[in-house]
């Protein structure tokens, strides 16, 4: 007989999951953007439905196709994202930001293609709104996990971070790890939370998926509504 391993770590949880980057539009062909493959975020989204979770994955633009039993809805702009985020978190125990949100978009998008000219481009941004920020800052928040991709000082930001943003658990990576990270199919975290940290080796993003999200079942208990 066939047995079926039945992984209910999640069962009658609900996983929001934001992916890949965002693209902020300049004018009608141009746009500014953030390296992200996609890849960490679809591989939590698919790790948390194996686990039994029920998975709404908001993505960025990425060539990855959305992984069984989850709920993708597409999305290009911060802002579309964070709309996006904001109207299916309410019914969500577990938020996890993954996508490389562009922190700035234009402040004017112009109408037409803009036409070279002088030997300078000067174009003035505004500030994109935190989705991760927003969403922790909820009452109730759900169990609310970040990342953060740094080249320097990891531990510190990961933990300013964590601080600041009224974070449950950061997922820290070191972007200047060779064969890691951007685009890799492995890559290696280090997780923090209020009391404690631990290091997860390099490993397929599959597998490092499945242990972070092990952490996570292990922390959101202790969360109160
Ligand atoms: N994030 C978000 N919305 C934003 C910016 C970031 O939801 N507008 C989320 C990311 O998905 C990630 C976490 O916040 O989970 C940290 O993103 P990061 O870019 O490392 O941090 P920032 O707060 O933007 O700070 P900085 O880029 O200056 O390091
Ligand atoms: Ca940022």
Avoid at 71 to 86: F, G, L, N, T, W
Avoid at 192 to 207: E, M, Q, R, T, V
Avoid at 213 to 223: E, G, R, Y
């Amino acid at each position: 007989a066939l047995s079926v391993i039945q992984d209910d770590t999640f069962q009658q949880k609900s996983i929001l999951i934001t992916a890949g980057p965002t693209r902020e539009a300049l004018d009608p062909v141009r746009y500014l953007s953030n390296h992200s493959s996609g890849k960490m975020g679809y591989a939590i989204a698919q790790a948390a439905a194996s686990m039994g979770a029920k998975v709404i994955l908001i993505s960025g633009p990425t060539a990855l196709s959305c992984p069984s039993g989850v709920q993708r809805i597409d999305v290009e702009s911060a802002a579309d994202m964070h709309k996006a985020v904001m109207k299916a978190v309410s019914d969500c125990d577990i938020f996890i930001a993954t996508a490389a949100v562009a922190d700035y978009r234009a402040k004017h998008i112009a109408d037409n293609k803009l036409k070279k000219s002088d030997d300078e481009l000067t174009l003035t941004f505004v500030k994109n709104p935190d989705i991760l920020k927003d969403v922790a800052a909820m009452t109730p928040a759900p169990f609310s996990v970040g990342f953060a991709a740094e080249s320097q000082n990891i531990a510190e930001y990961a933990q300013g971070k964590l601080i600041s943003k009224k974070l449950d658990m950061i997922a820290a990576n070191d972007i200047t790890a060779a064969g890691l990270g951007f685009n890799s199919d492995r890559n290696a975290l280090h997780v923090f939370w209020k009391n404690g940290d631990i290091k997860l080796a390099p490993d397929s993003k599959f597998h490092l998926a499945k242990a972070l999200l092990a952490l996570v079942a292990q922390h959101c208990k202790n969360k109160t509504p």
